[in-house]
Structure formats: structure tokens, C-alpha cells
């Protein structure tokens, strides 16, 4: 590997769990607030963390190993925030019929 | 009040002094790489940089046991068994944590003998108390673990959270057990230490923060208890399930098999997923209360700690936590950045926010008010962010020209030293760290004055008004 791909590597790493925190957060802000445009924001955010994971696949020196679970785990991220948050729903719903 | 919460005041009190000389050893320990020749010989860098480390992990430790001695007759309704016996510890665990900083700083070291393993230093990293202080950590943790089992039982009540704290009290006790062999095969004796550092922070840390942030979760928002049990249980399953085995990453380099590289990798990829939806619960929690709490600062935190955890944990974790990259990264700025990082964000902020708690309630408080705590939240957060990225900066400085350019030889370890993105990268870490310990300060005094500020304020008032002071 040499220092630039060392370099474009790590970012790319970093810039991936961060693009799905963006989508996670945005998901969130969308669903609170009903705005659609919030949601679509998420998911812009999800293919730009898919994009990644396909430069990730396709440009480093990573091991195919690695890519492959890279890649994987982008399509794991996918279902966290609305599953989740599903799941948050359903937990509140007996407590918000009772108050 | 019960006698538990005024010990866990007491034991907040500590924890918070001993952040001020954690940060103070900081601001040492960012000057030695700017200033060659500072302090040399009277106070050397290792020094500062034990009492850095030692002092997080002791005041965090403490900032744990404090807030489990807080909920605790809360959440069982009845006095700590064993009470006069931990308040008992708590003083001599302050004044071993005294002694041995004192050894640190006066004695520092000695020759390679029992004398010293014993009274100066075992000389492992991170768990560098000497033994006599080191058991008297075994015995506190076995008191803790005595008020919190004993109690449980007496009361006849073992809820889920406190199932969770009880079962994982053991590996907190166990684990620390490894601090003590003095095994001479370096990579043997790496192999066990990494189980009491990483499995403390990433599994038993974690389990350990997930029961408080259920319990202040439940005081603070007043969150049902099957949300937050139910929510805790799928913690630890994902944590666990991820963390336990992302001990492989610090096996890449130290002479186990090949195989840890794979497993190491693997888990480590893993352990941003339930992180993402730990952040998810985070803005939901602030959604579903539009950000209205009695106790904006210990909301604040707790929002700082699931984004921190995420960004310095997942984030800058998953940078440099592939084998392939993690040969160049391991062991440089890069990993630091990573760890102040992650450390915020998954234990101090948490810590802080169970402070917060127990004083509007030791205090009477029915809001948290002022504006200290905002300063004290932002210049803390600012000089963090700012730190991590000015190491993150010499870090990759040094993964470039020192280790992929240089080859790791001793040249290129001191060209990646001069090299003006280290050396800018090291100024600006101390820049925010003074940043970092202006918001230490003001927290401080907002910590001290809360609650008491508007008193003074209303007597000020009524003396100005010709009333009774």
C-alpha cells in the first residue's frame, strides 16, 4: 500500500461510518418532523455511503475480504434507522395510550 | 437522602478532582512535544503521561461507582447494605489514589525489584499502580460489588437492570485480576493485558454505562422501565456480540496467529452498527421531549455521549481498524485521536451527565438553570473535537511519512517528528487543550455554585431592596 493509497483508504473508511451516521441522524430528524425532504436527505446520504463503499470496493488496495464485508455491512447499515426506529415506536405506543 | 447518595456525592466530588489533574497532565504531556528538554529529569513525559492515563481511567471508575451508589436506593427503595463499609473504602481508595500519585510524581520510578513492583510501580501500562494499591482496587471493586449484590437480595428485587449490573460486576472484578501477573514473554503478557484493557472499556465498561444511562434515563426523562430494560438487553447483546471479539484488533501486531487479523478485523467492522443505533435512540429521545427537561445540562450530555461514542468509536475507529491500514496507524498520533475521542464520548460524557443528575436532586433543584453549563458543555466539547482532529492531523502525519514512506525505521520516526504537519498538528492539540481546560474550569464552578447562584442572587436582591439578607 503505498502513503497516498494509505491515506485515501482511511479517509474513505472514516468518510463511510460517517455518511452513515448522517443517514441515521437525517432518517431520525425526518421522521420526527414529517418533512419529506428530510427523508429524502437520508437516503442521499445512504448512496453517498453506498458510493463509497463501491470506491472502497473498487479503487483500494483492501483485501477482497475486506471489501466484501465493506460492502456487506453498507447493506446491514440500510435497515438500522427505520428498523430502529420501528422498534422505538412499538416500544412507546402502551405508554402514549395510557397518558 | 440516602447515606449511598451522599457517598456517591462524595464520590463525584473525587472523580471530578481527579479530571482536573487528569487534564492538567494532559496539558503537560501535549508540551513535551513541543518544548524538548521540558521538565527533563525532574518530571519526564512517561511520568505525565501515567498520571494522564491512570488518573482517566480512575476518575471515570470512580464517576461509575458514584453513580451506581446513586441509583442504587432508588432503584431499590431501601439503604446500601454494607454502608458504613463502603464509605469506609471510598476513603481509603482516595488516599491510595493520593499516595500513589504522590509516587508517581515524587518518587517516579526504582530499580527492577520486588521493593518497587510492590510500593512504586508494576510497570504495566495503564495498571502501573504498585501491587499494594492495585489489591486495594481489588478490594473496593469486592465492596461495590457486596453493597450492590447484598442489597439487591435483601430487597427482594431484581429487576432487569439490576440483573445486567450484577452479572457484569463479576468480569469488572475478574478481569482487573490480570494487572497482576508479571509474566516476562512479552507477547503472553500482552495477550492477557489486552483482556483487562479492552474487555473493561468495550465490554464491561459499556454494560456498566448502559445500566446508569437506563437508570438516569428513567430519573431524567422519566422513561418506562420496560423501554429502557428492553433497550439494555439488546445493548449488551449487540455489544458483546461485537466488542468481545474486536479484542482481535489489538492482537494484529503483538506475535499471536495470524487468524487474529481476520477475527480482529471482522468484529471491528461490526462495532459501528449498534453505535448508529444507539445515535438513532438519541435523536429520538430528544424528538419525542422536543430537548424539554428539568435538567437541560445531563440531557445535553447524554445526547454528546451517543454522538460522541459514535464519532470516536465508530468513526474514527473504523479509520485505522482494518489490519492493512492498522499496520501503518497502530501505536501513532492516529490512535490517540481515536482514544480521547472515544473515551469522551462513551464514558466522561455519561459521567457528567449522572452528575448533573444527582446534584439537581441532592440539591433540590426543580431546573437546572444557568448559563455556565453552557460554556462549560461547549468549550469541553470544542477543545475535544479540536484536540482529536490536531492529532488526527499528526497521526496521519506520521502513518504517511514515518511508517508507509519511511519504512518505521528511527530516521523516519525523527523526520515524522519534524515534520511541520506533526509539529502543527501538536501545537494545536495543546491550543484546544487549554480550550479544553477552560471548560474543565467553568464546569467546575458551575458544578460547585449550582442551585446556589440563584440563592445568592435572590439575597443580593433583597439587600439591594432594603429587605432582610
Known sequence: MTP???????????????????????????????????????????????????????????????????????????????????????????????? | MFRSQQLALKYFAAAVTLFGIMVIAGLLSATYYLQDGFLLNKLDFSVAKMLHIDTMIIWLLMGFIGAVYWFLPIELERETEGIKLAELMFWIFCVAVAVVAAVFIFVQYGPATQTTLWLINQGR?????????????????????????????????????MAVLMVDLVPLFALYLIAFPAITNMS????????????????????????????????????????????????????????????????????????????????SALEPLPLLGMVVHAVYDAGTHRMKTTNKPAFYWMMAEAF?????????????????????????????????????GAYACGVLAVIYLALQKSRNLLQVQGTAWKWSFALLNIGMVGMVGALLVSGIAQAFYERAMGGST????????????????????????????????????????LGKRRLAEKALGARVMGGPA
Open chain 1, 4 to 99: 497516498s493509497e494509505l491515506l485515501a483508504t482511511s479517509l474513505l473508511l472514516g468518510l463511510f461510518v460517517l455518511l452513515a451516521g448522517c443517514y441515521g441522524v437525517l432518517y431520525c430528524l425526518g421522521r420526527l418532523g414529517h418533512s419529506v425532504t428530510m427523508l429524502r436527505s437520508s437516503y442521499i446520504a445512504y448512496c453517498l455511503q453506498a458510493l463509497a463503499a463501491v470506491v472502497i470496493a473498487a479503487s483500494t488496495p483492501l483485501e477482497l475480504w475486506w471489501k466484501i464485508l465493506v460492502v456487506a455491512s453498507c447493506v446491514v447499515y440500510l435497515p438500522i434507522p427505520p428498523v430502529t426506529w420501528r422498534y422505538l415506536e412499538s416500544l412507546h405506543e402502551p405508554k402514549e395510550q395510557h397518558s
Open chain 2, 125 to 161: 501500562k495503564y495498571v502501573e499502580a504498585p501491587r499494594w494499591a492495585a489489591i486495594g482496587v481489588v478490594l473496593v471493586v469486592l465492596v461495590f460489588m457486596y453493597n450492590v449484590v447484598v442489597t439487591a437480595v435483601k430487597a427482594k428485587r431484581i429487576t432487569g437492570i
Open chain 2, 188 to 267: 503472553e503478557d500482552l495477550y492477557w493485558w489486552w483482556w483487562l484493557v479492552h474487555l473493561w472499556v468495550e465490554a464491561t465498561w459499556e454494560i456498566l454505562i448502559g445500566c446508569i444511562m437506563a437508570l438516569a434515563l428513567m430519573q431524567l426523562l422519566g422513561t418506562s422501565r420496560r423501554i429502557v430494560e428492553t433497550w439494555l438487553y439488546i445493548e449488551v447483546a449487540l455489544v458483546l456480540g461485537t466488542g468481545i471479539l474486536g479484542l482481535g484488533h489489538h492482537y494484529f501486531w503483538i506475535g499471536t496467529p495470524s487468524y487474529w487479523l481476520a477475527i480482529g478485523g471482522f468484529f
Open chain 2, 308 to 344: 460522541g461514542n459514535f464519532l470516536g468509536a465508530g468513526v474514527f475507529g473504523f479509520m485505522m481498524t482494518l489490519p492493512q491500514i492498522n499496520l501503518f496507524t497502530h501505536g501513532t498520533q492516529w490512535t490517540v485521536s481515536h482514544g480521547h475521542f472515544a473515551f469522551w
Open chain 2, 410 to 449: 528511527l530516521q523516519a520516526f525523527m523526520e515524522a517528528q519534524r515534520n511541520p504537519w506533526f509539529v502543527q498538528g501538536m501545537v494545536m492539540r495543546l491550543v484546544f487543550g487549554f480550550v479544553f481546560a477552560a471548560g474543565y474550569a467553568v464546569l467546575v464552578y458551575d458544578l460547585l455554585t
